[in-house]
T-cell receptor, first 114, second 115 residues
Framework: GAVVSQHPSRVICKSGTSVKIECRSL??????MFWYRQFPKKSLMLMAT?????????EQGVEKDKFLINHASLTLSTLTVTSAHPEDSSFYIC??????????FGSGTRLTVV | AQKVTQAQTEISVVEKEDVTLDCVYE???????LFWYKQPPSGELVFLIR??????QNEISGRYSWNFQKSTSSFNFTITASQVVDSAVYFC????????????FGTGTRLTVIP
């Protein structure tokens, strides 16, 4: 079945540094990738949608300069949290959609900014 | 606009009891998909079911069953003879047929099964 690999699973970084999260579809081509953010005990909120080779579409209220999304290939999308601050601490999870598969989620990344 | 409501924030049941998780949705689309996902404490989302809006047949998979009622815009999920391993947060989600849009998630129901 469709598998999406997300790395790292956990990361702790210092305030002001940048963190890159990778989302890779292992056995299918992901024409669209979605990035979600989940605060503790809350639902998943869509941050942005990216299609291979084009700029990401960000949801209202999400800073595109802070959350850089790159979808350079059909199997890889990255989310970079730039100049991270403690309020960026959250659980980030990606979802990939291919031509024939439904939504396949990565295992998530727990980001802690100290 | 799409909207998914899971009115039950937290539910606790004793092991072996049956439990039903409610999901009510709103959409103007005539064709759409409904999903249920399980999120254990480790955080990953485990896919449970996808249902097309044209298919109103109820589905049973082991101890899990789903009741799709288009007339009431509900897609409820029942776990029979609950087990401790069922403890998790369960999310109901909605998307349109093209799939170009994202999934709209409900706020989730935290299920705790007490041994």
């Amino acid at each position: 079945g469709a598998v999406v690999s997300q790395h790292p699973s956990r990361v702790i970084c210092k305030s002001g540094t940048s963190v890159k999260i990778e989302c890779r579809s292992l056995d299918f081509q992901a024409t669209t990738m979605f990035w979600y953010r989940q605060f503790p005990k809350k639902s998943l909120m869509l941050m942005a949608t990216s299609n291979e080779g084009s700029k990401a579409t960000y949801e209202q209220g999400v800073e595109k300069d802070k959350f850089l999304i790159n979808h350079a290939s059909l199997t890889l999308s990255t989310l970079t949290v730039t100049s991270a601050h403690p309020e960026d601490s959250s659980f980030y999870i990606c979802s990939a959609r291919g031509r024939y598969y439904g939504y396949t989620f990565g295992s998530g990344t727990r980001l802690t900014v100290v | 606009a799409q909207k998914v409501t899971q009115a039950q924030t937290e539910i606790s049941v004793v092991e072996k009891e049956d439990v039903t998780l409610d999901c009510v949705y709103e959409t103007r689309d005539t064709t759409y998909y409904l999903f249920w996902y399980k999120q254990p404490p480790s955080g990953e989302l485990v896919f449970l079911i996808r249902r097309n809006s044209f298919d109103e047949q109820n589905e049973i998979s082991g101890r899990y069953s789903w009741n799709f009622q288009k007339s009431t815009s509900s897609f409820n999920f029942t776990i029979t003879a609950s087990q401790v391993v069922d403890s998790a947060v369960y999310f109901c989600a909605l998307s349109d047929q093209t799939g170009a849009n994202n999934l709209f998630f409900g706020t989730g129901t935290r299920l705790t099964v007490i041994p």
